[in-house]
C-alpha cells in the first residue's frame, strides 16, 4: 500500500495535496488511502481501468462527494496549503476555486451569455453589465469558443453542439477565476474533431490553471498530460512524469493495464 506522497519535480508549485485519502459509500471503500501532490504547471491524468476509484478521488479535490448522502471522506486535502475539509472551508466559494467540468456536457437551459455571466454574477465578480460583457467575452475567447458564437451570445447553450457545449461549460468554469479545473472524461460523448478542440484548449490552458483529467483513454492521456497517475482498485499505483509512465512504468500492474493486459 503507498502511503508516501509521491512527489515529482521539486521545482513546480504545489496547488493540492491530499495525503492518506480513503473515501467510503456506505460499508464499501472506493478509495484506500490515496496520497498525491497536483501542481500547478502540468496538467495531470488519472487512469485507470472502470471502477477503479479515479472520479471518486477527482471529485474529493472540490468535495462533490459531499453531495452523496453515503460518502464519506477520511484524511487531509489542501488547496495552497489550506485544509479544504476544515468546517470553516466555504464548499461554494471552494467550487469556484476548483471547477469542475463533467463527462457529459451539462450548460444551463439559458442563453450563452447567461451561462458564463451566471457564475461571476452570484460572486459578485462584476460591478455591472459592461464588467459583465468583458468577462463572458474573456471567458468565451479562453475557452475557444468566443468566434462560434458572438453573434448568438443570446440563443440557448443548449442548442450548440456537443463539443461546443462542452468548451462552454469550460468556459463557465472559467468566469469565476479558478485556481484549479477538473475534467470529468471531458471528452467521452464527443467525436474525434470536438475531442481534438478540447485537448488543444487543455494545452492552452496549461499553466494558468492546475489542470486534473480523468480519461480512459490512454492516448489521450499522453496526449494532453505531463503528469499521470494510475489506480487501480482504489490505490494510486503509481505517479509519475507521463512519458515514462507510458514507456517505462515501475510497476507491475501500471505495465500491465498500459499494454492492454486488462482494461
Ligand atoms: N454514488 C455511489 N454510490 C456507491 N458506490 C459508488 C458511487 N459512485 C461510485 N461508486 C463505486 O466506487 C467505485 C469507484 O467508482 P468510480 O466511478 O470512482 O470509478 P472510475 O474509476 O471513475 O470508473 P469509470 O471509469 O467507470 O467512471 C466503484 O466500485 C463504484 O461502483
Redesign the pocket.
Known amino acids: 500500500m503507498m502511503h508516501e506522497p509521491q512527489t515529482l519535480t521539486p521545482a513546480t508549485e504545489t496547488k493540492m495535496t491530499a495525503r492518506d485519502v480513503k473515501v467510503f ?1 456506505g460499508d ?1 471503500q ?1 478509495i484506500k488511502g490515496v496520497s498525491i501532490d497536483v501542481d500547478m504547471d502540468h496538467v495531470t491524468a488519472f487512469i ?1 481501468p ?7 478521488f477527482l471529485r474529493t479535490l472540490n468535495r462533490m462527494n459531499d453531495t ?1 448522502a ?2 464519506r471522506v477520511e484524511g487531509a486535502i489542501t488547496l495552497d496549503g489550506e485544509d479544504i475539509y476544515a468546517p470553516s472551508m466555504d464548499v461554494v466559494q471552494l467550487r469556484a476555486r476548483v471547477g469542475m467540468v463533467f463527462q457529459k456536457p451539462n450548460p444551463f437551459p439559458k442563453s450563452i451569455y447567461e451561462n458564463i455571466a451566471y457564475g461571476p454574477r452570484i460572486h459578485g465578480l462584476a460591478a455591472g453589465k459592461a464588467d459583465l460583457d468583458v468577462i463572458v467575452e474573456k471567458s468565451l475567447r479562453r475557452a475557444g469558443l468566443w468566434d462560434e458564437v458572438k453573434d448568438r451570445l443570446h440563443d440557448s447553450g443548449t442548442a450548440l453542439s456537443g463539443g461546443q457545449q462542452q468548451r462552454l461549460c469550460i468556459g463557465r468554469a472559467i468566469a469565476v477565476e479558478p485556481e484549479v479545473i477538473l475534467m470529468d ?1 471531458p471528452c467521452s460523448a464527443l467525436d474525434p474533431i470536438a475531442t481534438a478542440k478540447i485537448e488543444e484548449l487543455i494545452h492552452e490552458l496549461r499553466g494558468r490553471y492546475a489542470i486534473v483529467i ?1 480519461t ?1 483513454n490512454m492516448q489521450q492521456a499522453a496526449r494532453v498530460s505531463q503528469r499521470t497517475a494510475f ?1 487501480h482498485l482504489g490505490e494510486l499505483v503509481e505517479y509519475g512524469v507521463t512519458s515514462d509512465i507510458f514507456t517505462n512504468p515501475r510497476q507491475e500492474r501500471t505495465k500491465d493495464y498500459i499494454t492492454g493486459r486488462y482494461g
Not at 472502470?50 to 471518486?56: A, E, I, L, M, V
Request: aromatic share 12%; proline share 0%.
Open positions: 459509500y464499501k472506493a485507470g472502470s471502477g477503479c476509484g479515479k472520479s471518486t452523496v453515503s460518502a472524461e480523468v480512459h489506480f
